[in-house]
């Protein structure tokens, strides 16, 4: 257990198993190596909150994007799955990161480039896949036509 | 936009100091050389979106937009 800062949510105790090195920080965040995955919603539940323990005020609101499509598909090159240390077959976790506006009903979560996350060793890293997925795709846009 | 055709190993020069070089060319791929000054900052485009991505995801929530995820029903 550890106590952290965080943006939402003031002063909270997150458990270890929850905190990630980001060893090249995030895209255009380059800093932040640590980041603690926080579930408000309870254990599992998305979405979850990934504050960094380097800036109290970076936070980002994150989904599984295998939740949303069913077929998400992730290829890492060799110099990533070095940085991950995981081997072909290798279990590995996806996170996506949304933006949510003010009509929260507008939120878009980012399919090129999730983070990456080994299980193994909570090392994780942002990629940029090289397949053909949104860098804003609307989660909620199928409710909006009911 | 300026449209130049190259062959493998020709190049390109931009302000006379930043060559491209045509590298290699197979069915959908283009591999450059890039020789330029240490100062000029050269990036992928989607790195550059990705970025963007993140910055824009990183603004602090509306109360309203926190509450509403806070509710949210898996």
Redesign the interface.
């Known amino acids: 257990m550890m106590m952290i800062n965080t943006?939402?949510f003031g002063e909270m105790e997150v458990e270890t198993k929850n905190v990630f090195d980001f060893p090249n920080g995030?895209?255009?965040?380059e800093d932040d190596k640590r980041f603690a995955l926080l579930s408000?919603?309870g254990e599992g539940?998305?979405?979850m909150w990934l504050q960094s323990l380097d800036h109290s005020?970076?936070?980002?609101?994150v989904f599984d994007p295998t939740l949303i499509d069913e077929g998400y598909t992730v290829t890492l090159n060799d110099s990533e799955k070095r940085l991950l240390k995981v081997n072909e077959g290798d279990e590995i976790r996806s996170l996506t990161?949304?933006?949510?506006?003010?009509n929260?009903r507008e939120t878009t979560v980012?399919m090129?480039?999730p983070i990456i996350i080994n299980p193994a060793n909570n090392t994780a890293l942002?990629v940029?896949l090289p397949h053909d997925y949104p860098?804003?795709y609307p989660i909620y846009a199928a409710e909006e036509v009911k | 936009m300026l449209v130049v055709t190259r062959k493998t190993e020709e190049s390109i020069i931009i302000a006379d100091n930043i060559e491209i070089v045509i590298l290699e060319v197979s069915k959908d791929r283009v591999k450059l050389g890039i020789t330029a000054p240490k100062d000029i900052k050269i990036i992928?485009n989607?790195?550059r979106?990705?970025?963007?991505?993140?910055?824009?995801?990183?603004k602090?929530?509306?109360k309203?937009?926190?509450t509403?995820?806070?509710n949210?029903k898996?």
Do not use: G
């Open positions: 943006r939402d995030v895209f255009a965040f408000p919603l539940t998305y979405p005020d970076l936070c980002f609101i990161i949304a933006k949510i506006p003010e929260f980012n090129k480039s942002q940029i860098f804003r | 992928r989607e790195l979106s990705a970025q963007e991505a993140n910055v824009e995801s990183s602090q929530l509306t309203e937009a926190l509403a995820l806070l949210l898996k």
